[in-house]
């Protein structure tokens, strides 16, 4: 009986520790700023011309954006990227926006790339409010030519920028319902909704975001379950589109395939028409 007990006891205690260390270092299995450190390509590299500058924060951080433009641009797009990486990881998604007829935006949130700051859920508002107001006021481009473009916890991230102004549309491309129901799908063993630090609430904010919407997402995503994407759908106010592409979290870009990018562009171009 004793000896039962002392083995409880350990599971328990073992138990508790691994909760706690989940709630300590809870963002370390968010953010990935260390997978993309160095630049490994630029729009030059494909020929096209961009600018690199910096985008002050209202709390002090400095995050390095890239402005790629398009000729006779129909409309810009915000590019809000996912957990890894840098911008240079998203220069594929600038070309296409570009060959759609698209100035596009590129930033890198603090803690990414050359940004200064540590990342995290309010940083990262703060990193696309201050995007938002150097399109709206250092540009001044209207709201109702600015595309909010969130790719998986940029989803997130864009849901928040959605509700808070109103861009021509938003686009949430492999994204969450939110990160506190992501994680207690990835370890239902653990008190995820208890311990949370991260929301992300998709999911809750679309009910106030009242322009185009667009969901994309692969049903063969092992990150970031199908049933999000259909989840984020079925929340979202009208108009609204869903694009089902294919491939993994990591390798099912739209711009993978021909079919996807002219959806995309077919969905933009109506929600012009909307504004």
């Known amino acids: 009986m004793a000896l039962t007990l002392k083995v409880v006891l350990a599971v328990l205690c073992t138990y508790a520790a691994i909760v706690a260390a989940l709630y300590v270092f809870q963002d370390r299995l968010i953010y990935y700023?260390?997978?993309?450190?160095?630049?490994?390509?630029?729009?030059?590299?494909?020929?096209?011309?961009?600018?690199?500058?910096a985008i002050s924060t209202e709390d002090g951080e400095t995050l390095n954006a890239w402005w790629v433009p398009a000729p006779d641009p129909r409309g810009v797009v915000l590019l809000l990227p996912g957990?890894?990486?840098?911008?240079?990881?998203?220069?594929?998604?600038?070309l296409m926006f570009r060959r759609l007829g698209y100035n596009t935006l590129l930033l890198d949130y603090r803690g990414y790339g050359k940004s200064t700051g540590t990342p995290s859920e309010d940083g990262t508002y703060r990193d696309a409010d201050a995007a938002w107001r150097w399109l709206t006021q250092t540009r001044a481009i209207p709201s109702n030519e600015i595309v909010v473009f969130g790719e998986s916890l940029g989803g997130g991230v864009g849901s928040w920028l959605g509700h808070r102004y109103a861009p021509r549309a938003l686009v949430l491309a492999s994204t969450f319902t939110s990160a506190t129901d992501l994680g207690a799908e990835l370890y239902p063993f653990l008190p995820v909704r208890l311990i949370s630090r991260f929301r992300y609430n998709t999911l809750r904010r679309l009910a106030d975001v009242h322009v185009p919407v667009l969901v994309i997402h692969s049903r063969t995503d092992a990150v970031i379950p199908y049933s999000h994407g259909e989840r984020l759908y079925a929340a979202a106010n009208e108009p609204k589109a869903f694009l089902e592409i294919a491939g993994g979290h990591n390798d099912s870009a739209v711009f993978m395939r021909r079919e996807w990018i002219e959806a995309l562009g077919t969905f933009l171009e109506g929600a012009s028409s909307k504004r």
Not at 33 to 53: C, K, L, N, W
């Open 83 to 94: 957990n890894a990486g840098n911008i240079s990881n998203r220069v594929e998604y600038a």
């Open 33 to 53: 700023p260390q997978m993309g450190r160095h630049v490994v390509t630029t729009p030059a590299a494909s020929g096209i011309a961009y600018d690199e500058f």
